[in-house]
């Protein structure tokens, strides 16, 4: 029998445990991501683990989610990150290079090679073959200190393409089409791989969309083949001596095959609050649109932009359309203006943003109240915008064109102009002068700390009684970005106490104040959730500022899988209900009590939660390795790397 994808890769990398899906391995790292929202707490944990220098082939820093920088405290993690980075030997990617998954995709990303980032949309590097997996900041430091990263061994499913896209369809829809079918919840220690005929067809940008938003859907990562196309992509920027050729055998297996059909696709959308909510665009009913943002990490290729210059070209953006463009890289702006394509964009009106995550993370370009926005970025939950009652539809770079002109939600079919043929350069002019690599003679580099770099808060360990308050009962499917807004908020990252102050803030804002009271009274908090807890970004801040305000515990249906690791790496013990049904009898404001925990961590993990308030009792699961119950018992990983 031979192997899959996924088995080459990681067989080659790895170093405990077997590949039986379900059972923790520890796989060696190649290459890391950071970028500046979840790199400062990285590079903290990093200091604090005494290695002189980063021991992974490549480690890369980016500077491309807080580039608004109103006060201070931004530009001072800047240039902490970049001291850091010469420190340590670290590339460090500049403020106005782009957006960390564009740039390592277009500069860094090779076949066959491991990538662990601390953003969720590290799967974006599977366009090229790569196992790419999104983690939290102290799992990347780990792996920069040559710790091998854990996981569980993830079933692969086989999502095999057929034919090929129809003119006015393209790979946001075809991401979409895959969200409705596996949704956002259940999918946790999954990889999809993607295979069959219909692979051929779609270039190297095309599938880092799809890869990209598989993110969404909870799995570990996704992987493309590395093949003709990806031969064609590193030879036009540059770096053609990257390529290997690498596939499954035909004789393999997997958990499951799900077939798509490309050219029975049609253009789709994501509609508020959640991107499994997927509807046909025809069903839109032609809604009017107050706000196009086109670009993020999942659609600001060279090939998005180009299409959505020549549908635009000649036209002027309807008056009630506010159209925002943030190209994804420096590369993709300069080829742009080259090519004379951003004229074209400025003359319809489009509002050129910094290459950066900008919109996408709402610390820029909010809508006005109760806007609809249509948006190509991957992720429209509640509040994420930073307007609290926009309605935000995630689109196609064609679909985003098509509302643009009409000011409606449109199919862009109905435009009645041919589509488009957008060629992909052969070759990219290589500029990688905003790419500071470390120099290597350079020997003492001071590291800089500008006040908005606070200490690392720690947790003392898990004591054997837990005595807690319901501090927030919350239903299904709550994001980080639930339990930590970024955006406005977002500055604060490195600043634990006071980003701390905004925990839960859109779903309830005396949340915080409520659990710095219990912790006072001594005693701990604790969080109640439905399914699927912790959705979206890989931000680490949602259990370090939970950490931080006393929560000793979550008890949820179920967790996703970074969010999961968090809490284990800051010493919060995630429970799950053994009985679901026992989530319906538990209120805000029960006491609970949970007894012997240090002991029933170590051992099956099996735990009696006691409800002092209703004098009911409930069973709650906690299965961890043996390495995660150290790590539990100890109060949290820092606690135990040093
Ligand atoms: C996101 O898209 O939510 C982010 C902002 O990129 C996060 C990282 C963060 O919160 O800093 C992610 O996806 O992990
Ligand atoms: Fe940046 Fe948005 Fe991509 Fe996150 S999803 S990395 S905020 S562009």
Request: hydrophobic letters at 40%; a positive charge; glycine letters at 8%.
């Amino acid at each position: 029998m031979g192997n899959n994808l996924v088995e080459k890769i990681l067989s080659k990398h790895l170093i405990s445990g077997n590949l039986v899906p379900g059972e923790e391995i520890g796989i060696r790292i190649d290459q890391t991501l950071t970028q500046d929202a979840t790199g400062t707490m990285a590079y903290l944990q990093f200091e604090a683990m005494n290695v002189p220098r980063v021991k992974t082939e490549l480690s890369v820093s980016y500077i491309d989610h807080n580039t608004i920088q109103i006060g201070f405290e931004n530009a001072d993690d800047h240039r902490y990150l970049q001291s850091v980075a010469q420190k340590y030997g670290i590339v460090f990617s500049r403020a106005g290079n782009g957006i960390c998954h564009q740039v390592h995709l277009e500069r860094f990303g090779k076949p066959g090679k491991t990538l662990i980032g601390s953003d969720s949309h590290t799967p974006t590097g599977g366009a090229l073959a790569m196992i790419a997996i999104g983690a939290g900041g102290l799992d990347v430091a780990l792996a920069m200190a040559g710790k091998p990263f854990y996981l569980i061994c993830p079933k692969v499913i086989k999502i095999n393409l057929t034919g090929k896209l129809k003119p006015w369809v393209s790979a946001k829809d075809v991401i979409l089409k895959v969200l409705e079918i596996f949704t956002t919840k259940g999918n946790v220690n999954t990889v999809f791989e993607y295979g069959g005929e219909g692979v051929a067809t779609l270039t190297v940008p095309e599938r880092a969309t799809i890869t990209n938003m598989g993110a969404e859907c909870g799995v570990t990562t996704s992987i493309f083949p590395s093949d003709k196309m990806t031969r064609l992509f590193l030879r036009s920027q540059q770096r053609e001596s990257d390529f290997v050729e690498l596939k499954a055998d035909k004789d393999t297996s997997y958990a499951k095959i799900v077939n798509i059909d490309l050219s029975k696709v049609e253009p789709l959308t994501a509609k508020p609050h959640s991107p499994e909510n997927i509807s046909t665009v025809r069903k839109m009913k032609k809604i009017a649109v107050d706000q196009v943002c086109l670009g993020s990490c999942t659609n600001s290729s060279y090939k998005d932009l180009v299409t959505v210059a020549k549908i635009l070209k000649g036209k002027t953006a309807a008056p009630n359309i506010s159209f925002i463009l943030a190209p994804g890289s420096r590369q993709v702006l300069e080829a742009l203006s080259q090519s004379g394509y951003l004229t074209d964009l400025i003359a319809s009106g489009a509002r050129v943003m910094e290459n950066a995550c900008g919109f996408c993370i709402g610390n820029s370009q909010s809508p006005q109240s109760a806007a609809v926005s249509l948006r190509t970025s991957n992720r429209n939950f509640l509040g994420r915008s930073g307007t609290m009652d926009a309605n935000v539809y995630l689109v196609s770079p064609e679909t985003a064109a098509a509302a643009v002109i009409t000011g409606r939600f449109t199919d862009p079919r109905d435009l009645k102009i041919s589509y488009p043929k957008v060629a992909m350069p052969k070759k990219f002019s290589i500029d990688d002068s905003m790419i500071i690599r470390p120099d290597k003679k350079k020997k003492a580099v001071e590291v800089y700390r500008g006040p908005n770099i606070g200490v690392l808060p720690r947790s003392p360990e898990l004591s054997d009684t837990i005595q807690g308050v319901v501090t927030i009962k919350v239903g299904d499917k709550i994001t980080t970005d639930h339990i930590i807004p970024a955006g406005a908020r977002m500055k604060y990252r490195s600043n634990i106490p006071k980003y701390s102050e905004f925990v839960f803030e859109n779903v309830d804002a005396t949340f915080a104040g409520r659990a710095q009271e219990i912790k006072k009274a001594g005693k701990q908090n604790i969080i109640v959730a439905g399914l699927s807890y912790g959705q979206g970004s890989s931000r680490e801040h949602a259990a370090l500022c939970p950490m931080y305000l006393g929560v000793r515990a979550v008890i949820a249906k179920s967790f996703e899988r970074i969010h999961a690791a968090n809490l284990i790496n800051f010493g919060i013990l995630p429970l799950t209900f053994e009985n679901e049904s026992d989530y319906d009898k538990i209120d805000q404001g029960d006491e609970l009590e949970i007894v012997e925990a240090r002991k029933i961590i170590a051992g099956n993990g099996k735990f009696m939660v006691r409800n002092k308030t209703r004098n009911t009792s409930f069973q709650a699961i906690c299965i961890l390795s043996e390495r995660q119950k150290k790590i539990i018992l100890a109060g949290g990983a820092l606690n135990i790397t040093n």
